[in-house]
């Protein structure tokens, strides 16, 4: 079984507080210097060498504007200072899921690259503590952070990373998942995009690229069971809340109060099936599922909601493109000031 992948790299590099979340250490700040937009090359000027030289030294060296604007190169220039508008968001923060939320509260805007690298290792931790690795929530935690392709077949409703397709077909756009997926039976795909199974899971766990397997998100199929567990511990670890998720064919109840759209398509089509707007067909049809949210102790939900659930969506673009936003989970929910 492999050892782990880039989905848990730098995790090692976190240390934990008492409850287990993840803190930012000089060694994992250090390491963020090697990424590609800050690595030092030929035409790196003086400058930009004494300031990699003495964040290398000490990573909490304040980056000040005086010190960004003697960087001769404007994209360098850039790419340090939103590099340290990461960093010092990251250490205002007494943990790295604080931060991350704290990134959709309005305190610093910054591109979503940072936070679904938080994302990310947020994910892989809470993974990490199982003894037995469960391959379908392991592919789907990829959900979180990674645009996805979704092909409707008449074996399911499969979704691949984007990149992969890219990657193993790069003659075809992007929305050619469907053509790439020929249903029968189990449903064929090429054996660069091999879906995850039963049968396959071993060969899953061995793979270090993940992304590279195709999800079946089908209705009463492991992968869907797997993104429900994944949710319930994402609000635990962020939130505090412990919730129960189940997904559900539709929704029948009168009694509709609340709901919250696990990405922008979702979202919108919820808002108006809510508000009772006519929606056609094509449209409901890129919904690709429908959850029920319960909270395990009514109190910290809003009086009016206690006792009654909230339902989420998750749905596709026109073109077949999944792009998921976790954070909706964690804005929107009906808690009460004391959660």
Sequence with gaps: MSAGGWLEAGLELLARDARGRLVVTDNWLRAQLARPE??????????EHALHRALAADPRTPITPVTLLRIRDADARENWELFARFRDHLLRHSTLEEAYLALFLGEVRLPMVFADELARLILAAILAPSPTPDPFRRRAALLFFRPHQVAFTEAGVLVADVEAVAR?????????????????????????LPVLGATTATAFLDDPAPERWVLD????REGLDA???????????????????????????????????????????LNDLYRGAEVDETRL??????????????????????????????????SGRLRMKPQNLLVNLPLGQAS
């Design 38 to 47: 800050l690595t030092l090359v030929a035409e790196s000027c003086p400058q």
């Design 168 to 192: 193993h077909r790069p003659d075809r756009a992007f929305g050619s998942l469907g053509a790439l997926v020929q249903a029968a039976g189990g449903g064929l795909v090429p054996p660069e």
């Design 217 to 220: 998100l089908s209705f009463g």
């Design 227 to 269: 993104l429900c567990r994944l949710l319930e511990a994402w609000v635990l670890r962020l939130l505090d809340v412990e919730v129960r998720i189940q997904p559900l064919a539709q929704v029948r109840d009168q009694r509709w109060r609340w709901h919250v759209g696990l990405d922008a398509e979702a979202t919108a089509l």
């Design 285 to 318: 049809g890129r919904l690709l599922a429908l959850f029920r949210l319960d909270f395990r102790e009514p109190a910290v939900v809003l009086e009016e909601m206690r006792g009654r659930p909230v339902y989420l969506g998750l749905a596709c673009d026109e």
